[in-house]
């Protein structure tokens, strides 16, 4: 029986070893000041990049009000950025990998998230 090799994919191994992997394998206290901090709420985000970095947008899809005036008009949403998060190629792959680990994990736990509105709702419409 072959033995098993663990994978090399940085996605299958835990924060810890990849916080090692990056600092040359010496051990970092890592202090947390979360004195200025804020929090906010996001429903959607977009992204762009240029050769040295990655832009993160985050706000709110709205529905405006003003744009439905007829029953023939089409619905207008309105993307409200909050914030916009800079972030080099580096720091934005840490980000993906951090991310789906925490998507995988909670979808283990709760089931599998499903993105096509269509085929959460429960009334078929």
Known sequence: MADEK???????????????????????RLRIDERNMRSGYANAFRTNGTA??????????VVNPTAQQKPQDQPEIIFQINERVILN????????????????RHEEQFGELELD???RRKDGL
Do not use: H, W
């Open 89 to 104: 190629y580096y720091t934005a792959k840490r980000l993906a990998i951090t991310l789906s680990q925490l998507i995988r």
């Open 52 to 61: 040295e970095e990655v832009m993160l947008d985050f706000g709110l899809n």
């Open 6 to 28: 663990e994978s090399d994919s940085p996605a299958d191994k835990p924060v810890e070893e990849q916080a090692r992997e990056q600092t040359g394998r010496r051990q970092v």
């Open 117 to 119: 509105v269509a085929k």
